[in-house]
């Protein structure tokens, strides 16, 4: 079990590309499992590389229940390979973007191609808080962060807040 610490907004590193992953070995399962004990540790229902300073295109994700037994997802070099044109809208929170909350609009349905911890293609058709859930992973792996899709009054908002924190952060030390 290694924890890692969740970098924050106005961090650079969350808004830079992430590298694919050459090759699924022991390196990259012992990071699939940091960013799972993170991520329930934190609790999240995803988390992506860049989120902890990992700057590789590998995501995971749980979203069971509380009152059901973990099911953990791994996606490595996960791609959108269709899209449905009905579109729904849910509140999204990040754990990048602690205590904010927003409604976003994206595609309700999706099918997404990824190699998973043995090294397979897989191809899945994903709906309703999955299929949400893989596009806020997937845009954090190119540097999108959720509050992209708002108003420019109410990103800005957020912004200004976290990039207040970090000014007094450094000065605290
Ligand atoms: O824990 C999370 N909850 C969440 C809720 C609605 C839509 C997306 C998410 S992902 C988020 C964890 C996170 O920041 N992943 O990058
Ligand atoms: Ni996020």
Do not use: W
């Amino acid at each position: 079990m290694a924890k890692r610490p969740i970098l924050l907004l106005p961090d650079p590193r969350l808004r830079a590309v992430a590298d694919p992953v050459e090759k699924v070995d022991d390196g990259i399962k012992a990071l699939a499992q940091d960013m799972l004990d993170t991520m329930y540790d934190a609790p999240g229902i995803g988390l992506a590389g860049p989120q902890i300073g990992e700057m590789k295109r590998i995501i995971v994700m749980d979203l069971s229940r509380e009152d059901e037994p973990n099911d953990p997802i791994v996606m490595i070099n996960p791609e959108i390979t269709g899209m449905s044109d009905d579109i729904v809208s849910t509140e999204e929170g990040c754990l990048s973007i602690p205590e904010v909350y927003y409604d976003v609009e994206r595609p309700a349905e999706i099918s997404v191609r990824y190699t998973d911890l043995d090294g397979n293609t897989v191809e899945r058709d994903a709906t309703d808080r999955l299929a949400v859930c893989i596009q806020h992973e997937i845009d954090h792996l190119d540097g999108v962060l959720y509050i992209d899709y708002l108003s420019r009054l109410k990103r800005d908002r957020v912004l200004k807040k976290f990039q207040k924190a970090d000014r007094l952060n450094k000065k605290a030390g």
